[in-house]
C-alpha cells in the first residue's frame, strides 16, 4: 500500500479511538539520548560559569544547612505539598459534578472583578487614554456573558459537559498526570541549562565593548536550536496527553503506552511544527530586542515593534488553535494540520471564543483561589511556627507565605495547564463529530450529547470533506474537488 494511503488507514484509525502503531523505539532512544546530552552540555557550562566561585556557593550551602530555619522550612514543604495534593483532588471533584455551575460562576466573577478592579483605577488615577484597552475588556466581559447565556445558551452548556469531562477522565485515567508533569518538570530543566549555555556562548562570541553584529550568530543560531529542542519536547509531552484524552472519548480503554507510542509516532511532524514555531519566536524576539531599544525614547517611538510582536503573536496563536490535536489524531502533515486548524478556526469561531473567554476563566478563577488560600495558608501557619520555635514572627511569616505560594503554583499550574489541553482535546473531538454527522461515539452524557445533536440538526455545522478538507455546500454528499463520499 503506497504510503500515503497507509497514512490516510492510520489517521482514519486514529480518529476512531484506536492505536494503529507500536511504539517506535528507535525514535524514542534518539530522543532520550538527546535529553541526556543536552543536560551534560548544560552542566559543563554550569560548571564554566560557577566553577570560580564553587567555593563560595559551597560555603553558602553550608551555612544555610546549619541554619535553623531548616527543619520549620522542610515541615512547611511536606505541610504545602499534603495540602495541594489535596486541592487538586477537591478541583478534580469540582469540575466533575459542577463544571457547568463552576463555568457560569467563573465567567460572572471574572466580569465583576474586572469591572472592579477599572473603577478602583479610575478612582486612584483619574482617568486616561491608557486606560481605554482596560474598558474595552471591561465592555467584552460584560457583552460576552449576555450572549453566553442568551444566543449561545447550547455552546454553553457543551462546555460545562466537556468541563466535567475534563474532571472525569483525570479521575479515571491516573497516567493523564504523568505527561502532565514530566513536561513542566524537562521543560524546566532544559530551559534553565539553555539559559546557561547561552550565557557561555555569549561570554565567549560577544565581545563587552561594541560587539559587532557577527558575534551574535553564534547566540542567535544556539538560540533557534534551544527553542526548537523545548517546543519539540513541548509538544511530544503534550501529544501524550492528547492521545490519552482521545482515546478516552472515543470510548476506549487507553494506556500511558498508547499515548507514548502515538505521540512517538508523530515526533517528525511534531518536529516541523516545531521547526515554524522556533522561527516565529526569533522573529518576536528580534522585534521585542527593537523595542526595547526604544526605550527612552518618545514614546511612539516603538509602537510599531510592539504592535508586529503582538500581531504575530496572536495570529501565529490562532492560526495553531487545532493544529497539535490534527497532527496526532488524523495523522496528517504539520502544513496540513495548519491549513486545517485555520479553516476550524472560522468554522467553530464561538467554541473558540467561549474557551479563550470562558473556560479560561475558570482556570483563572480556580488559580486566583489556591493563591490567594495558600498565602493566608502560608502565613498562618508561618505564625504557628513562629511561636512553636520561638522566632521571629515576621520573618517566619513571610517564609510561610513564600514557600506555600511556591509550592501551590509548583503543582497547580500545570494541573491547571493539563486540564487546558484536555478541553482542547475534547473540543477537537467534538469538532470532527459535528464533520462526521456525529457517526461516532463520544463520552460526552447522553443528554447533553443528544441536546447537541438535535441543536446541530437545525442549525447544521459547516461540512468539510475528510479527504482534503474542501467545504462543502449544504446537501452535498461527495466533494466537488475529490470526489470522496461525505458520511
Known sequence: MPDSEEQKAIGK?????????????????VLIGSWIIFIAIGVGALIDIVGPHALYFIGLLSVTLLSALVVPILIMVLVAGGIII????????????????????????????IWILFVTIIAVFGWTWEFLFLL???????????????????????????????????NEEKELMVPGFLKVLFIGVLSAFGGLIALDISAYTIPAVDPPWYSYVPLVLFLFVLFFYIYINTFFFNAIATSITYIWYRKKDPKFMDGLAIATYQLPDLAVFAVLS??????????QSRYRKTIGSAPWTGVGFRLADGIIASIWFYANYFTLPSIVIENVPATTAIKRSVHRLFDNWVDVLLKQWGVGAVFNTLQFLIIFLFGLGGALFGFILSVVYSMDMLVMVIIGVILFLFISTLVSKPFLNLLNDIYLTFLFGFVLDKESNFKL????PKELN?????FFGAHPAVKRCANCFTRLSEGVRTCPKCGAAYP
Open 13 to 29: 484509525s486514529l480518529v476512531e479511538g484506536n492505536v494503529p502503531v507500536e511504539l517506535p523505539k528507535g525514535k524514542l532512544i
Open 450 to 454: 443528544d441536546k447537541l445533536r438535535a
Open 136 to 170: 474595552i475588556a471591561c465592555v467584552v466581559s460584560t457583552i460576552l456573558p449576555i450572549l453566553y447565556f442568551t444566543i449561545w445558551k447550547e455552546r454553553l452548556e457543551l462546555a460545562g459537559g466537556i468541563l466535567q469531562l475534563c474532571g472525569k477522565v483525570t
Open 441 to 444: 461515539e463520544n463520552n460526552l
Open 86 to 113: 489535596v486541592t487538586i483532588w477537591l478541583m478534580v471533584r469540582l469540575l466533575k459534578n459542577h463544571g457547568y455551575g463552576l463555568l457560569k460562576f467563573s465567567i460572572l466573577f471574572t466580569a465583576v472583578i
Open 278 to 287: 522556533s522561527i516565529i519566536k526569533l522573529i518576536r524576539l528580534f522585534l
